[in-house]
């Protein structure tokens, strides 16, 4: 019950959430309505931060969602030239985070990263679809047992300004592992073999590593 209402914290909200407890500190000096302004405003950085664990099905014939949110697009298309997946089309199924939403994102699949590309871009409204093209984004091409390939790719919104990537070239991970956060407000594209049949629809809200996208 208590990791319900105190869930743990991702490792970078530890510094944010010091520094919104200093600045409600201050606030409390100065008048007790902007303190309490801070306080909210406290409470929203410890939950914008949280890091719950996740129970995947541990199934790879099953791809599990990257990212907590709203399904916002369902479209089949070019694999990313970035990673040199433009010669192929894969379905792609977008996950839009919002501000209340946790911001960990997991593996869909258990599988080895073959690439990591990082873009800089622009912090347009990351629900539209032109963010997989002009945002600020990191790209991570991996490949599962059976050779497939997939891509997921973190993408700034509106308002975020950073992506962390908390995994590297090379590197094995198991389904619902955590690959890394993005602050504040973002989207998490998965791309995938045309061979998975989907399993979500746009506008369902999905878990990131427990909710079913697709099965092979």
Request: glycine share 6%.
């Amino acid at each position: 019950m208590l990791d319900i209402i105190f869930p743990p914290l991702h490792r970078e909200g530890y510094r944010m959430l010091a520094i919104a407890v200093i600045i409600t500190m201050l606030l409390m000096l100065i008048n007790k309505v902007l303190g309490v302004v801070g306080f909210v405003l406290t409470v929203w950085v410890y939950y914008f931060f949280r890091d719950p664990e996740r129970y995947p099905i541990n199934d790879d014939s099953y791809l599990v969602s990257p990212a907590d949110g709203i399904v916002s697009l369902i479209s089949t298309v070019r694999g990313p030239k970035e990673l040199n997946m433009e010669n192929s089309e894969y379905q792609r199924v977008s996950v839009f985070m919002n501000v209340f939403n946790c911001h960990v994102n997991r593996v869909p699949v258990s599988g080895k990263i073959d690439e990591i590309f990082y873009k800089p871009g622009k912090f347009i409204d990351a629900s539209l679809d032109k963010a997989s093209e002009d945002n600020e984004r990191n790209l991570i091409k991996y490949s599962n047992n059976s050779g497939k390939n997939f891509a997921i790719v973190q993408i700034a919104g509106l308002v975020a300004r950073r992506i962390i990537c908390e995994v590297k070239q090379g590197q094995n991970l198991n389904q619902g592992d955590r690959i890394g956060i993005i602050r504040f407000g973002s989207r998490v594209d998965l791309y995938f073999d045309n061979e998975y049949k989907l399993l979500v629809r746009e506008g369902q809200t999905v878990v990131a590593g427990e909710s079913l996208l697709a099965k092979i």
